[in-house]
């Protein structure tokens, strides 16, 4: 059990960085559009 704990902290951290990265850039998306 301890080891599937593990496993799953460090799977959502996986998953975590990787959709940090995409939200950043969508706001900057965002923010062009409102420009425009």
Not at 18 to 33: A, D, F, M, R
């Amino acid at each position: 059990m301890s080891k599937k704990n593990q496993q799953s902290s460090w799977n959502s951290k996986r998953f975590k960085s990787p959709q940090k990265n995409e939200q950043e850039p969508v706001k900057e998306i965002q923010n062009k559009h409102r420009d425009k």
